[in-house]
């Protein structure tokens, strides 16, 4: 099983196919627009600006599930995202990350790479980099600069 075998609905509400980023390396990432990681997105739009040519990716997954610190609609969370940090790079609709009501992406996720608390998302702005056969090889921890993970984003590039 692979993330191209996954559907999630995008900002808009429109029901998307994963499979469209297939041959495409990705970085997965819950954002949150209240946290004290919210400048992240900065660094995760220069990452999709620099590499979205060479085929890479940044899918964003709104989640509220870390002190509710995630607008409550989808069309605020949009906004915040464009007006606040220029980011042009796909979003999801707002979804849960962890429990029993996770999406089925971030079950799959979670299962594909432990982190310090098990296989549960620890907060907001944790990454997951995924290569282009839809494989997930690693986790990144909220505090890690997305401009830290250029790396070994170019590596699979």
């Known amino acids: 099983m692979s993330i191209y075998d996954f559907n999630a609905k995008d900002i808009d509400g429109q029901e998307r196919e994963l499979?469209?980023?297939?041959?495409?390396?990705?970085l997965v990432v819950n954002t949150?627009?209240?946290?004290?990681?919210?400048?992240?997105?900065?660094?995760?739009?220069?990452?999709?600006e620099r590499m979205n040519g060479e085929g890479f990716e940044v899918l964003g997954f709104p989640c509220g599930q870390f002190n509710d610190q995630e607008l409550e609609s989808a069309e605020g969370i949009k906004n915040f995202c464009e007006l606040n940090y220029?980011?042009?790079?796909?979003?999801?609709?707002k979804i849960?990350?962890?429990?029993?009501?996770?999406?089925p992406l971030f079950k799959h996720l979670r299962k594909e790479t432990k982190g310090l608390l098990g296989d549960a998302v620890k907060w907001n702005f944790t990454k997951f980099l995924v290569d282009r056969n839809g494989k997930v090889l690693k986790r990144y921890a909220p505090q890690v600069d997305p401009l830290d993970i250029e790396k070994d984003i170019r590596k699979l590039l």
């Open 86 to 93: 220029g980011v042009s790079f796909p979003m999801f609709d």
């Open 32 to 48: 949150a627009s209240k946290c004290g990681f919210t400048p992240q997105f900065q660094g995760l739009e220069t990452l999709y």
């Open 19 to 26: 499979k469209e980023f297939e041959g495409k390396v990705l």
């Open 96 to 103: 849960d990350v962890n429990g029993d009501a996770a999406h």
